[in-house]
Structures are given as structure tokens and as C-alpha cells.
């Protein structure tokens, strides 16, 4: 009896930290794969198409609140996409681009402690894109090689819990930032960038 008292009292002691270790992890950090979805950019007179391209993210969330319904994250976003073609009856305009994001923000995740959490983020930061130094044509690009932006990030998804500290995550997020160097005037402006992926995330205290 004693044993067995023991042991029960063991085993709530053992699920009693486990819980508050569980609730006491504050990072998050998600390694997902994507796609920048293709778009066209058209004005009188000039038209292009931009090729989809892949998506390759990392992001670190920071727990500010917690709460039962919901919790509040300070989040980092980082975006690399190693090059999107250009196409278009104009050959004058840049060959192919590649693009950096850093997008600092928030993000509420609803249903913290179930299987199945909804979230949505906010944020804004840095875009990089960089230009090929050729046009379509084939001649030398004169367009600035590396151009800074701004970019307004924003979107949602769904984590699924896996294991323990480990969850997938599949999110859609659209990085509002101005144009690339297109090589002409024709073309400016804000440009959406929408990224559908999905991956894994770690929890830790």
C-alpha cells in the first residue's frame, strides 16, 4: 500500500512538472519550405510575367503571454527565394531576381493547449532583391544590381501538435514590399508576394 502510494504520488509529482515545463516553454522555431506563387505585372507598356519560386524560411517567436484561449508571440521571419524568371515580349527588362525577407512581428496563436491552433501575424521589416545582370535580351543589366525595400508582412496558418515539443505548420503569408529593378519605368510600385508552405516547428523552454 505504501508502494503503491508512493508510486501514485511519484507519478503526480512526474505529470506536475512535466505540465509546468510544457507551459514554461517561451521559443518557437519553424524551419518551412514553400513557393512563391507566379503573378503578372502590367501597366501600358510594359508586361511581364514572374515565374513561382521556392520558398525557403526560418522563423523564431518569443512568448509573451500566455493564455488559455490565446497566446502572444514576438516573432522573426526570415525568407530566402534563390531566383523567380522574368517573362515578357519586352526584352529590355531584367532576366530573373532573388529576394530576401526580414520581417520582425506579432503573431496570436488561438487554442494553445489543443491539437489543432490557428494563428495569424503581422509585421514589417526588410526586403532585399537582388537583379541578374543580364536583361532577356542578353545584353549587360543597367539596372542597380541589389536594391533595399521595405515590406509589410502578413498572414496565417494552422501548427498540429506531433510530438511532445515538436508540431507541423502549414501558413499562407503575403510580403507586401516595393518593386525589383525591372528595368523600366513602366513598372512600380508595391508588389504582392505570396508564399504558401509548411514544416516543422521545435517548442523549448
Given at each position: 500500500?505504501?508502494?503503491?502510494?508512493?508510486?501514485?504520488?511519484?507519478?503526480v509529482?512526474?505529470?506536475?512538472?512535466?505540465?509546468?515545463?510544457?507551459?514554461?516553454?517561451?521559443?518557437?522555431?519553424?524551419?518551412?519550405?514553400?513557393?512563391?506563387?507566379?503573378?503578372?505585372?502590367?501597366?501600358?507598356?510594359a508586361?511581364?510575367?514572374?515565374?513561382?519560386?521556392?520558398?525557403?524560411q526560418?522563423?523564431?517567436?518569443?512568448?509573451?503571454?500566455?493564455?488559455?484561449v490565446?497566446?502572444?508571440?514576438?516573432?522573426?521571419?526570415?525568407?530566402?527565394?534563390?531566383?523567380?524568371?522574368?517573362?515578357?515580349?519586352?526584352?529590355?527588362?531584367t532576366?530573373?531576381?532573388?529576394?530576401?525577407?526580414?520581417?520582425?512581428?506579432?503573431?496570436?496563436?488561438?487554442f494553445?493547449?489543443?491539437r489543432?491552433s490557428?494563428?495569424?501575424?503581422?509585421?514589417?521589416?526588410?526586403?532585399?532583391?537582388?537583379?541578374?545582370?543580364?536583361?532577356?535580351?542578353?545584353?549587360?543589366?543597367?539596372?542597380?544590381?541589389?536594391?533595399?525595400?521595405?515590406?509589410?508582412?502578413?498572414?496565417?496558418?494552422?501548427?498540429?501538435?506531433?510530438?511532445k515539443?515538436?508540431?507541423?505548420?502549414?501558413?499562407?503569408?503575403?510580403f507586401y514590399?516595393?518593386?525589383?529593378?525591372?528595368?523600366?519605368?513602366?513598372?512600380?510600385?508595391?508588389q504582392?508576394?505570396?508564399?504558401?508552405?509548411?514544416?516543422?516547428?521545435?517548442?523549448?523552454?
Amino acid at each position: 500500500m505504501d508502494l503503491m502510494t508512493t508510486s501514485i504520488r511519484r507519478l503526480v509529482l512526474f505529470f506536475t512538472v512535466l505540465f509546468g515545463t510544457l507551459h514554461a516553454w517561451k521559443h518557437e522555431l519553424a524551419l518551412t519550405l514553400g513557393s512563391v506563387r507566379d503573378q503578372e505585372r502590367s501597366l501600358t507598356s510594359a508586361r511581364l510575367r514572374l515565374s513561382q519560386g521556392l520558398a525557403l524560411q526560418a522563423n523564431y517567436g518569443y512568448l509573451l503571454h500566455a493564455g488559455k484561449v490565446a497566446t502572444v508571440y514576438v516573432e522573426t521571419h526570415f525568407l530566402a527565394n534563390p531566383q523567380r524568371r522574368v517573362t515578357s515580349a519586352n526584352s529590355s527588362l531584367t532576366r530573373d531576381i532573388a529576394t530576401l525577407y526580414l520581417t520582425p512581428g506579432l503573431r496570436i496563436k488561438l487554442f494553445p493547449a489543443s491539437r489543432l491552433s490557428p494563428w495569424a501575424a503581422i509585421g514589417g521589416g526588410y526586403a532585399l532583391y537582388e537583379q541578374r545582370t543580364f536583361l532577356l535580351s542578353g545584353t549587360p543589366n543597367p539596372a542597380a544590381r541589389h536594391l533595399n525595400r521595405g515590406a509589410l508582412d502578413f498572414g496565417g496558418g494552422v501548427d498540429i501538435r506531433a510530438w511532445k515539443m515538436f508540431s507541423l505548420r502549414a501558413e499562407i503569408r503575403d510580403f507586401y514590399a516595393g518593386s525589383p529593378a525591372y528595368n523600366t519605368r513602366a513598372i512600380s510600385g508595391g508588389q504582392h508576394n505570396v508564399v504558401a508552405g509548411g514544416g516543422l516547428v521545435l517548442r523549448f523552454p
